[in-house]
């Protein structure tokens, strides 16, 4: 089992971090630093918990106003990434929200150790216009860890930070962002546009309908990425998402040979199953097949999950797939016994289903 991401904080990486900010700060008391780190309720602390306790002892240790702090924490920073390193970008987030500019240029160089998403969402919310200036200004950046930080930390449904309501309600002025990013050489900057798109689609799908028609077949790059970001409403049957890709109508398909091979799967076990599509006197053509599985819930009914099969455009008038469910726990998904459904579903419409009891 993979070792907790909190247990990154051990006594190596906070001593590495006393000895950093010390070099920056020859009055840092490192010794007391460590101490008020690893306090009597570290232990009991989860990851985000310990990075904020982290920030709070930065903070009273360091003992400057915002400022002169930043002379401190900025060219420590250097020397630590990644996720772990977040209560940087953290300390602007609490401490800097009356020191905006400071802030802004902090945030924009923290990104490119660790990442800024969470912590500009405060700014966001504190003074939407000017915080979105200063996102589509960082959209021009010549770093892409900056670029991408113009995107991503606008999210309205961002994993792990808090959703921004307004732009779940109203994603306006997010699309200016999207637009000037559609084509930027960064795949890790189009693939957090794409995933801004996917959050919008959720709750505003003709907003990203509406871009998405505008932009596709203008670049293989923006192409890419209106795909990526239509995830859920490919995956949600959109007809007018289906018809942008070309996934047009499956009146003529047919199901055949669909076997289970047993009438029953066992928690933490596999069901194998197979099926045919075919289609007379023409290719398939351009098919998004999938299957779905209706699973039982705790309160005794149905929620469907849908898997991707394969997604082609079909020369041939058959073709066969063979594929395997598993039904092992997972921390995303709890099992529950009783009856289930697979079902075939073709450019977002359910061709065949069968029945199969899942059992304890």
């Known amino acids: 089992m993979p070792e907790p991401l909190k247990n990154s904080y051990n006594e190596q990486y906070i001593a590495r971090l006393a000895n950093a900010l010390e070099s920056h700060q020859l009055s840092f008391k490192r010794k007391a630093f460590t101490a008020s780190v690893f306090d009597g309720d570290w232990q009991g602390r989860e990851l985000k918990a310990r990075m904020g306790h982290i920030r709070e002892c930065l903070h009273r240790h360091i003992n400057l106003p915002f400022k002169e702090a930043l002379d401190v924490l900025l060219p420590a920073a250097k020397d630590f990434g990644g996720y772990e390193a977040m209560f940087f970008p953290e300390y602007i987030e609490v401490y800097g929200q009356q020191h905006w500019q400071q802030s802004m240029d902090g945030l924009a160089l923290l990104t490119q150790y660790s990442s800024s998403e969470f912590a500009v969402r405060p700014f966001i919310q504190q003074d939407t216009e000017r915080m979105m200036g200063q996102m589509l200004r960082w959209t021009e950046h010549e770093n892409e860890h900056v670029r991408r930080l113009a995107s991503e930390g606008c999210r309205p449904r ?135 599985i209706d699973y039982m819930k705790a309160n005794g009914r149905l929620a469907r999950k849908l898997f991707k099969v394969a997604e082609a455009d079909y020369a041939q008038t058959q073709v066969e797939f063979q594929r395997r469910q598993s039904f092992r726990p997972m921390s995303t998904r709890k099992h529950y016994p009783g009856l289930h459904r697979l079902a075939v579903v073709v450019n977002g419409v359910e061709l065949a289903q069968q029945e199969f009891d899942l059992l304890a």
């Open 158 to 292: 961002l994993p792990w930070a808090n959703a921004l309501p307004a732009f779940k309600q109203n994603p306006e002025p997010v699309m200016p962002i999207l637009t000037q990013l559609r084509t930027d050489d960064s795949l890790y900057v189009r693939r957090s546009v794409a995933n801004n798109l996917n959050d919008i689609a959720k709750d505003n799908p003709q907003v990203v309908l509406d871009w998405a028609k505008q932009y596709h077949g203008q670049s293989p790059l923006t192409d890419w990425l209106i795909k990526h970001g239509s995830r859920t409403l490919l995956k949600r049957a959109h007809p007018q998402a289906l018809a942008l890709f070309g996934f047009g109508d499956v009146s003529r398909i047919a199901v055949s040979d669909f076997q289970l091979a047993a009438n029953k799967a066992s928690i933490g076990g596999e069901l194998e199953f197979a099926f045919q599509l075919s289609a007379s006197a023409r290719p398939l053509g351009k098919l998004r097949i999938e299957y779905a």
